[in-house]
């Protein structure tokens, strides 16, 4: 094999991981959604929590999705506190954080970072919100329910994220975040939009500097 076909098939390779992560992406979190979609069909709890369809919602719905995007801007600005500040172990957040998304989407383009963001805010909220948080504060009731339901789901959403303790902590104060805005807007969109916005801004934001995107 000559040095011109060895760079073809290494040019060839590197293009087609982005591609890869888009499709591997797509089916995990798209997993989550219909995950969710299921069981709550099963236990008779549907976790697309304000999210049909309608004329008659459909102000309603613009309003929930306008305000999950003014509710990125508070995440916006603790990422560039985190990344500029990076104090005591948010340090090895930050290294770990960088390392692992510049692996994973290295050669992406804007639109595959995109498509990414979208089907995990949409997959992670209908299963940790939709179904964990709205269904465990529906069985739970009372006054009490839905603030025990918002813990829960925010503590099992930062073990799901486990990278190391901090980054862990880290995620459990951004699912309650995402919980409480499910909780005052009362449509699934709002957490929807914020987490999809944050995570694409965020990874345009972490990989742009490196020129490791398209």
């Given amino acids: 094999m000559d040095e011109a076909q060895e760079f073809d098939e290494a040019k060839e390779s590197s293009e087609s991981q982005p591609a890869r992560i888009t499709l591997l992406a797509l089916a995990f979190e798209g997993g989550l959604g219909a995950l969710a979609l299921t069981i709550g069909w099963l236990v008779g ?9 309608s004329s008659a919602a459909a102000l309603e719905q613009v309003a929930a999705i306008a305000w999950g995007l003014a509710a990125t801007v508070p995440l916006l600005v603790a990422l ?3 990344d500029r500040f990076p104090i005591g172990p948010l340090q090895s957040v930050k290294d770990i954080a960088r ?20 089907a995990a805010g949409l997959g ?8 964990a948080q709205a ?26 994220h486990w990278l190391n303790t901090t980054y862990a ?3 459990m104060l951004a699912g309650l975040y995402f ?17 999809a916005a944050y995570d694409f801004i965020a990874l345009v934001y972490l990989l742009r500097p490196q020129n490791l995107i398209r």
């Fill in 45 to 53: 709890h549907w976790p697309a929590i304000g999210m049909e369809f």
């Fill in 80 to 82: 560039l506190i985190l």
């Fill in 99 to 118: 390392d692992l998304i510049a692996r994973m989407f290295q050669g992406a383009s804007v639109l595959q970072l995109a498509v990414i963001s979208l």
């Fill in 124 to 131: 992670e909220e209908l299963l940790f919100r939709g179904l």
């Fill in 135 to 160: 269904g465990l504060a529906k069985l739970l009731g009372g006054e009490w329910g839905p603030w025990i339901a918002l813990v829960g789901a925010s503590v099992l959403f930062g073990v799901c």
């Fill in 169 to 171: 902590i880290l995620a």
């Fill in 179 to 195: 919980g409480l805005l499910l909780m005052v807007s009362g449509s699934l969109w709002t957490p929807i939009v914020a987490h």
